[in-house]
Each structure stands twice: as C-alpha cells, then as structure tokens.
C-alpha cells in the first residue's frame, strides 16, 4: 500500500520532471570494499520496483517526452558509468527480464585490459594477503576492511583532481613500491562493448582515460570528449550520441568550457552528478543525476520521488 501511495505522491509532484540514476558496477556478492555498489539480488529488487511503480525510459524516449512536454507519469533512466564487464554479464540480464532500457557510458581506454586507476588502488588495499602498504614515504598498517576501505578512500580524494598522468604515475608507483600483481581486467572489450548494444542497451561515451576535465587545458578535453565517442562509433559502426562527464559535478569536474565542447562533438545529450531531476527547461548537456543508495525498498522509491 505505501508503494502505491509513493507511486500516486510520483504523479502529482513529479509531472514533468525526470529521474537519471547512476550505477556503476551490479556485484555477484557483496563487496566490503565497495558497500554501495548493489548486489544481483538488490539489483533485481530494484529493477522489479522501477518497472511496477515508474516508467522506465531510453535516453532517447526520455528527452523527446521532455521537448515535447509529454513525460510520462514518474518517468526514470537508468545509467551506468565506466563500463565494467558486470554490466554486461549480471545487470543486463535484470535489465532484459523487467524490460527496462539502459544506458552504459564507456571510458574507452580501460577496454584493452587496464583498469581505472581507483580500481587498481582498491585492489592495493584490498589484498588479503597484506598487512602493510609503503605508499611514498608512508607505510600504512592494513587491518579489518572497514579500515582498509577508510585508508582507500582517503588515497582515492587525494588523487582525484590530479592530472592524468600525475594520478597514473602514482599508482603505478605504489604498484612498484609494493611488488604488486594487477588484479584481472574487469572492464568489457571492444566485442563485449559491441554485444551489450546489440542486446539493446544504449552505449555512451565517457571520455578516453576517466580525466577530470575541467583540470585540464581546452585542447586535451577536447580530443578526450571527441576521440572517445570516435572510438566507439568505430567499435559499434553507429552513431554515440550519449556523454557522461567524469565525477561530474558541475564548477567542480566541468564548466562552461567543457561543456561547449560536448556539444561541439555532436552529442545530443550530456549528464552530470549535481542531484535533482530534469524538465523541459533543463539543458539537455547538463542532465542532473543521482545514486540510488538504499537497500530498503521504501528507502529507495521514496529518493526516487524525492530526486535524490
């Protein structure tokens, strides 16, 4: 009854309006290093509750509803970023079983076999077989995984806004420091890109290397947003007209700048990580996105409602 009433409470103060979520990767079992990425089974829960209680839309469907001024009621687009080989092999299933439309944006340069550099710093810290880390001149002493996901994270903040190869040196300099084995690749290749479109899920771009734009000079965001969508028009032969900018926040990851240049590549639409939902009066290269953390069913409907 208290879905219902959400669903019905969707209708009236949401007319119009659209709701973007963000995932990331759909995990087998649950990941103490990573307690916010779903599980198959939180996955399914939500999945079966979008496709009872919203409408569930492409891209495509939903900035069309949004520039005609006819959204459907409780309108949502389900995204994920980076393009982990999970999207394929356990979300998609879900996906295709409630029928509900995706869209997976592609950092491309981690589809040969490189991880992202937060994935690689994870594993560092995650690596059961350790009990200490020399990072630099530090050493940090490992114990439970609470802490180790604590130490983690703090490493990920401080290189987040470095420049690519600065962040990139690091981490292959820890790699180094530690006699550390990279742990097997987990983004899709070319091909395994290729089968999820052809599977119906909707491919955008996400940039070459996952920079943070906006700390980077024009021309190098610019063959970042251009080269990317290059590349995966020549693995999918057909037009990528969906960008996601990474991290995303708006003054923060992206200006003005940045996104001029998404528009300039020919995309038609662009989303960022500010929380909110979108309306005909949004721009259609700054679509507000937010994460649906809940793990209870309420929970998650209600922030759906609420837009984050």
């Not at 491309?108 to 994935?119: C, E, L, R, Y």
């Not at 710093?121 to 077989?129: G, Q, T």
Request: proline share 5%; aromatic share 10%; net charge negative.
């Amino acid at each position: 009854m208290l879905h219902w009433g959400l669903s019905l409470a969707g209708r009236l103060l949401n007319r119009g309006k659209l709701s973007i979520l963000i995932y990331h990767q759909v995990l087998a079992e649950f990941d103490p290093m990573r307690p916010n990425e779903p599980t198959v089974q939180v996955f399914d829960w939500q999945m079966a509750l979008l496709a009872k209680y919203f409408t569930p839309l492409s891209l495509d469907q939903a900035i069309k509803g949004l520039a005609q001024d006819n959204l459907p009621a409780n309108a949502v687009c389900v995204t994920f970023d980076d393009g982990y080989l999970n999207n394929l092999t356990l979300a998609q299933p879900i996906l295709a079983k409630y029928n509900i439309p995706a869209t997976v944006y592609i950092a491309t340069a981690f589809s040969d076999g490189v991880n992202m550099w937060n994935d690689r710093v994870m594993h560092l810290f995650a690596d059961p077989n350790r009990d200490s880390l020399l990072l630099d001149e530090d050493k940090v002493v490992l114990a439970d995984m609470e802490q180790r996901r604590a130490e983690a994270y703090k490493r990920l903040k401080q290189l987040k806004h470095l420049d690519m190869q600065s962040r990139l040196g690091k981490v292959s300099q820890w790699y180094q420091q530690n006699l550390a084995n990279e742990q097997a690749p987990l983004m899709m290749t070319p091909a395994e890109v290729r089968e999820l479109a052809q599977l119906g899920i909707t491919i955008g771009a996400h940039t070459v290397n996952h920079p943070i734009l906006k700390v980077h000079d024009e021309p190098t965001q610019q063959w970042e947003i251009e080269t990317s969508k290059q590349q995966l028009e020549s693995w999918l032969d057909k037009p990528v007209e969906h960008f996601a900018y990474p991290n995303g926040v708006w003054q923060q990851d992206l200006d003005e700048t940045t996104v001029s240049l998404a528009k300039q590549a020919g995309f038609k639409t662009a989303v960022i990580t500010n929380w909110g939902k979108a309306t005909g009066n949004t721009d259609f290269h700054m679509l507000p996105r937010f994460t649906p953390w809940d793990r209870q069913s309420v929970m998650f409907q209600t922030r759906l409602v609420r837009g984050g």
